[in-house]
């Protein structure tokens, strides 16, 4: 009995063969912040870099433009009094809301343009206040002018005097009450704005 003995194969060299992976140990945890936060810094450790697409930009410095801020505030003052003049005029009524917003815009407008300057929201109650007592006279010379008949300027700036003699007649502790409030609202407004 003659076997016949199969001549042992080589192995043939596979191309490009891959070594077989090797098993990884697992992740250790990376210990948590005692504040809880997960995303916080650890000690010691290396920000990443930033992102190649997005470009650094620098902060921008804080605003603190005092004239910028004072022009703006007095032509939102003018427009917002205008505003509130007509809004009585119209409705025959102080509007305590209409007040609050002279106020709180004309804030808004100097804190926004104006920058954290100390003297803008101080600024800004003044102005307040002078929006509200001109709106006010606005609104009071729309009266007169529909009561009489006659044009809006001409009891305006022919009459000035009368008008301010309506107002005076016209005004009550609400009145003044509104005052306050648009003068809080400018103050604030420009502080919060400033931020």
């Given at each position: 009995?003659?076997?016949s003995?199969?001549?042992?194969q080589q192995?043939?060299p ?5 070594a077989p992976?090797?098993?990884?140990a697992?992740?250790?945890?990376q210990?948590q912040?005692?504040?809880?936060n ?16 997005a470009p650094?930009a620098?902060p ?6 005092i004239a910028?801020g004072?022009?703006?505030?007095v032509a ?5 009094a205008?505003?509130y003049?007509?809004?009585?005029g ?5 509007i ?5 917003g ?10 926004k ?12 109650a003044?102005?307040a206040l ?15 002018a529909?009561?009489?008949?006659v044009?809006?300027g001409?009891?305006?700036f ?7 003699d309506a107002?005076?007649a016209?005004?009550?502790p609400?009145?003044?009450v509104?005052?306050a409030i648009a ?9 919060k704005?400033a931020?």
């Amino acid at each position: 009995m003659s076997q016949s003995a199969t001549p042992p194969q080589q192995p043939q060299p596979q191309p490009e063969a891959q070594a077989p992976a090797q098993p990884q140990a697992p992740a250790q945890p990376q210990p948590q912040p005692v504040d809880g936060n997960p995303y916080a810094q650890q000690p010691g450790a290396v920000p990443p870099p930033p992102a190649p697409s997005a470009p650094y930009a620098p902060p921008a410095p804080p605003k603190n433009n005092i004239a910028l801020g004072l022009v703006t505030a007095v032509a939102v003052g003018l427009v917002a009094a205008g505003i509130y003049g007509v809004v009585i005029g119209t409705t025959k009524h102080e509007i305590g809301w209409a007040a609050v917003g002279v106020g709180f815009v004309i804030g808004l407008a100097a804190g926004k343009l104006g920058g954290r300057n100390p003297a803008l929201p101080v600024v800004s109650a003044v102005l307040a206040l002078g929006a509200v007592y001109l709106g006010q006279l606005v609104g009071e010379a729309m009266l007169i002018a529909d009561e009489y008949g006659v044009s809006f300027g001409k009891v305006f700036f022919d009459h000035f005097g009368v008008v301010q003699d309506a107002w005076k007649a016209d005004s009550d502790p609400l009145t003044f009450v509104f005052f306050a409030i648009a003068a809080f609202a400018a103050f604030s407004g420009a502080k919060k704005a400033a931020l």
